[in-house]
C-alpha cells in the first residue's frame, strides 16, 4: 500500500504562482506530485513549505478515465495500487453516486455515497477484517421528510449491510 498524505500548507490563489511556472510552489519542470521546492518564493516573498513525511508518487500507480454520459452525466473510474472507484455526478443537479473499493492490511474497505436530485444523502461504509468481523457505518438525510439516521457497528446483518 502506497503511503500517501493529503496534507494542505497554505490556500492556493493565483498570486501564489512562482514567476515562470504555473504551478503553485511547484518546483520548475518536477512532474512527480508531492514535491515543492523548499527554497522557492512567491510573490508575497514567503518561502514555500515542504511537505514531511511523504513519499515521491508518480501517475504510474493510478490510472484514471473520465467521460461524458449521453444524458450529459460524468463519469470517472479509477483505479489504483489497492482498490478501484467509480463517481456519477451530474453537474446540473450536484446529484453524484460514488463506489469506493480498497483493501489494506488488515481488511477490505467498500465506501458508497449517494446524493439524490432532490437532496437525499445516503453513506455505506463497510469493512470486513481478516478474522471475520464485519464493521458497518450507514447515514441517511432527507431534508425533505426531515429524517436524519446514523447507525455504526460490528454486525452481521444482511438487512443493514443492503446496498440502498
Known sequence: MSDRRNDSHSSFSSDDLLEGTDSPI????????????????????IRGAKRLNTKKQTATDVS??????????????????NGRGRT???PNTGAYDEILDYSTD????????????DGVYQLRDVDLHRDGT????RE????????TTSVEGTMSDRAFEADF
Open 140 to 147: 441517511y438525510n432527507n431534508p425533505i421528510a426531515g429524517i
Open 134 to 137: 464485519r464493521h458497518v457505518h
Open 88 to 90: 456519477i455526478y451530474n
Open 26 to 45: 511547484c518546483a520548475a519542470n518536477d512532474t512527480t506530485y508531492d514535491t515543492y521546492d523548499a527554497d522557492a518564493t512567491t510573490n508575497y516573498g
Open 64 to 81: 484514471i478515465h473520465e467521460y461524458e454520459a449521453p444524458s450529459g452525466d460524468r463519469i470517472k473510474k479509477t483505479n489504483f495500487e
Open 106 to 117: 488488515d481488511a477490505e474497505h467498500h465506501h458508497r455515497e449517494k446524493l439524490s436530485d
